[in-house]
T-cell receptor, first 110, second 115 residues
Framework: AQSVTQPDIHITVSEGASLELRCNYS??????LFWYVQSPGQGLQLLLK??????LVQGIKGFEAEFKRSQSSFNLRKPSVHWSDAAEYFC????????FGKGTRLHILP | DAGVIQSPRHEVTEMGQEVTLRCKPI?????LFWYRQTMMRGLELLIY????????DSGMPEDRFSAKMPNASFSTLKIQPSEPRDSAVYFC?????????????FGQGTRLTVV
């Protein structure tokens, strides 16, 4: 069955520190993978997506993610976070329905 | 384009009343999705349409929920009768081609409160 697991419900990092948000998926074929961000009271905005090719994908706002088939993972990274990155982040898998993880809420310490 | 437009943004209703949520997808998009977001269950796909035809409604929780798409520029999600446990944020999203090669664009959501 198609599923997405984001093991961290909350993550707190200091401004300027590096960030990695974890995502594991279960899917029967080559997955289409997405990361979305949601600010309070807003809809979801796409950060980046992976369909094929280079397993390291670049997105908006300085984010990147790496697809690792052997680990069924698609972790999101940013080398240096800004206070404006505080939001909720969702990993999703598609190729049929698009199924979302439960999200990771990112808190930034000044 | 103005993006996906949902109305109303907020809805407060009494238990047992009918609620209708509305969505205007991005012009030219041929897929439309309805999601529900709650703290407990996260973001759930309720139903999606392709070219105005419902493709998969397996996520619709009960017969009290129904969705229609009478034309390419309009969709509704109806709850009748509403119950307090239906309180959630309902999102509509659209995409140009739903085979994973393009992303879903989301509306701002409708926050539904059933009292």
């Amino acid at each position: 069955a198609q599923s997405v697991t984001q093991p961290d419900i909350h993550i707190t990092v200091s401004e300027g520190a590096s960030l990695e948000l974890r995502c594991n998926y279960s899917y029967g074929a080559t997955p289409y993978l997405f990361w979305y961000v949601q600010s309070p009271g807003q809809g979801l905005q796409l950060l980046l997506k992976y369909f094929s090719g280079d397993t390291l994908v670049q997105g908006i706002k300085g984010f990147e993610a790496e697809f690792k088939r052997s680990q069924s993972s698609f972790n999101l990274r940013k080398p240096s976070v800004h206070w404006s990155d505080a939001a909720e982040y969702f990993c999703a898998v598609g190729g049929g329905k698009i199924i979302f993880g439960k999200g990771t809420r990112l808190h930034i310490l000044p | 384009d103005a993006g996906v437009i949902q109305s109303p943004r907020h809805e407060v209703t009494e238990m047992g009343q009918e609620v209708t949520l509305r969505c205007k997808p991005i012009s030219g998009h041929d897929y439309l999705f309805w999601y529900r977001q709650t703290m407990m269950r996260g973001l759930e796909l309720l139903i999606y349409f392709n070219n105005n035809v419902p493709i998969d409604d397996s996520g619709m929780p009960e017969d009290r929920f129904s969705a229609k798409m009478p034309n390419a520029s309009f969709s509704t999600l109806k709850i009748q009768p509403s119950e307090p446990r239906d309180s959630a944020v309902y999102f509509c999203a659209s995409s140009l081609s739903y085979r994973g090669n393009t992303e879903a664009f989301f509306g701002q959501g409708t926050r539904l409160t059933v009292v």
